[in-house]
């Protein structure tokens, strides 16, 4: 969902960014910091973060911003879809977490399925790519796109990880409490609609 002082934020943090990456001007500079200044003020407002998390987590990258890139492994089993229990929140998610710099989005994916559930995976089909703020997860601070990619289990056995209590398989209609930061039920659905018709077109929005 859409909230405008959100959006607003993040625009103007995006363009002080930009512009303190690429200006030559020493009074440009001034304003850009100015703007990244007032994106930083507005978050404050609106949220409990301190000026201290807000300055690194949102503003303090350099170069052109951006939207950041989420990985998640989608596996089934006998009708039944992986998820793990993630400790941030007690809730249930697809394995997966942001894109690693090096790495491929299936070496990613990989890499995160095995150490939040303990399987040895290899990507095999893209399923979807999804624009975070088209769907109803949580306000973010992050322009996310979500990548979603079908795995095959070659091995190992299920164990939890640094970032997850558990690992299950559920059914579509049995599914646990969602971290909806991470994925929501609407997602979920489609995914099995996959699993039941594997000729479906990638999913892109």
């Given at each position: ?22 200006t030559k001007d020493v009074y440009d500079k001034e304003r850009f910091e100015q703007l990244r200044e007032l994106s930083i003020t507005i978050m404050q407002e609106y949220t409990e973060a301190g000026e201290e998390k807000i300055r690194t987590l949102f503003a303090s ?145």
């Amino acid at each position: 969902m859409s909230i405008k002082w959100l959006e607003w934020a993040k625009e103007i943090q995006a363009i002080s960014q930009a512009g303190l990456a690429y200006t030559k001007d020493v009074y440009d500079k001034e304003r850009f910091e100015q703007l990244r200044e007032l994106s930083i003020t507005i978050m404050q407002e609106y949220t409990e973060a301190g000026e201290e998390k807000i300055r690194t987590l949102f503003a303090s990258e350099t170069g052109y911003q951006t939207p950041k890139v989420d990985v998640r492994g989608v596996i089934f089993q006998d009708g039944k879809l992986l998820l793990v229990q993630e400790k941030a929140d007690g809730a249930w998610a697809l394995p997966g977490g942001w894109a690693d710099v090096g790495l491929s989005p299936a070496e990613v994916v990989v890499k995160e399925v095995k150490e939040e559930a303990g399987y040895d995976v290899t990507a095999t089909r893209l399923l979807a790519v999804l624009d975070k703020k088209f769907h109803h997860h949580p306000p973010s601070a992050f322009h996310v796109y979500k990548m979603f990619i079908q795995c095959n289990i070659m091995g190992g056995t299920a164990g939890v990880g640094t970032e997850t209590s558990a690992v299950g398989f559920f059914k579509q209609g049995e599914l646990p409490p969602l971290s909806e930061e991470r994925n929501t039920r609407e997602q979920l659905n489609r995914l099995f609609e996959f699993e039941k018709q594997p000729d479906l077109s990638t999913w892109l929005d």
